[in-house]
């Protein structure tokens, strides 16, 4: 069944203990988590809210700006003007010398954080991670350990750039005793996490298709090639944790469209990221209503 239409109710019992607490679980997916600030704007548009928001990677740029914000759809909006003005260079400023230089010299990486720290410091309206109006976890990977790491308190600013710390790509972010990469790693909607935490009702905003199978289009940068290598995997872990968890909360995975093959490295495409993502989450949401309202 694809994805996009695993739909899960949740029982008599629950629904009678009053409205659900409710989770937005955004994924990763660098220039494709545009699309999510269109998926927000149609949730704010019929009220629905979250209790919190659990995301990694460009998910959690996204939900880090909106914690800090009012749940509103001018937040949406916000977030979304924030994506028509970022360009490729404001996050992953790739140029020859760089890449000469990563090579030739010991490192782990082949892009500063400067650009991505000075993006996530210029948006972001709080501090820290506890400072958010609706309580914010973002999922990392712990590189020492090799096990996922939920950060819930601490720097907003370094807690989003360890959970969008590409492996080989971002330099891995110290946190204590943990040496933290992009969460997507492992774990790229943390669904899981959602439920642990006590979500009876989960919107998943995902950024492509966990049923696309091989490329969408040839890749054309290294970044490129990493997420779309990470596609498959990712996927497969969504799908096979939206049937562990049906049982446990009530599951909306909304549609990631990108009808024109939209690369994770092409910042250019926001606009149409945007609005597709608004009206195809406009039409499940109608859809879901009326549904409702049947069985009603």
């Known amino acids: 069944m694809p994805v996009d239409h695993v739909i899960r109710f949740q029982s008599a019992r629950d629904r009678a203990r009053g409205a659900p607490r409710t989770a937005f679980v955004l994924s990763g997916g660098a220039s494709l988590g545009a699309v999510q600030a269109g998926m927000l704007r149609a949730l704010y548009e019929r009220g629905i809210t979250p209790d919190m928001l659990v995301a990694t990677s460009a998910g959690g740029l996204n939900a880090a700006f909106v914690a ?3 749940q509103t759809v001018e937040t949406a909006k916000e977030l979304a003007d924030v ?3 970022l360009r490729r260079e404001d996050v992953f400023p790739v140029h020859m010398p760089t890449i000469f230089g990563a090579l030739t010299k010991r490192g782990d990486h082949f892009v500063p954080c400067k650009p991505l720290r000075r993006v996530a410091g210029t948006h972001l309206g709080i501090a820290r991670l506890e400072d958010a109006a ?3 976890h973002l999922v990392a990977f712990d590189l020492l350990g090799g096990s996922e790491v939920r950060l819930s308190r601490g720097p907003a600013v370094d807690a989003v750039l360890a959970s969008a710390a590409i492996p080989g790509v971002l330099p891995p972010v110290p946190w204590g005793d943990w040496l933290l990469v992009d969460g997507g790693v492992v774990n790229n909607t943390p669904i899981s996490h ?6 009876e009702r989960v919107f998943v905003l995902p950024t492509s298709d966990p049923d696309e199978r091989g490329l969408t289009a040839w890749p054309r940068r290294p970044l490129d090639a990493a997420v779309q290598a990470c596609k498959v995997l990712v996927g497969a872990r969504l799908k096979a944790d939206l049937i562990r968890y049906a049982a446990e909360a009530e599951l909306i995975v909304l ?6 093959g939209v690369q994770p490295s092409d910042f250019d495409q926001a606009e149409l990221l945007i609005a597709d993502g608004l009206r195809a989450a406009r039409r499940q949401l109608d859809g879901l209503d009326r549904r409702t309202a049947t069985a009603a």
């Open 83 to 85: 994506w028509l003005r």
């Open 194 to 199: 959602a439920v642990e935490l006590g979500a």
């Open 255 to 260: 549609r990631a469209p990108n009808r024109v």
């Open 134 to 136: 609706i309580p914010l």
């Open 68 to 70: 800090s914000r009012p």
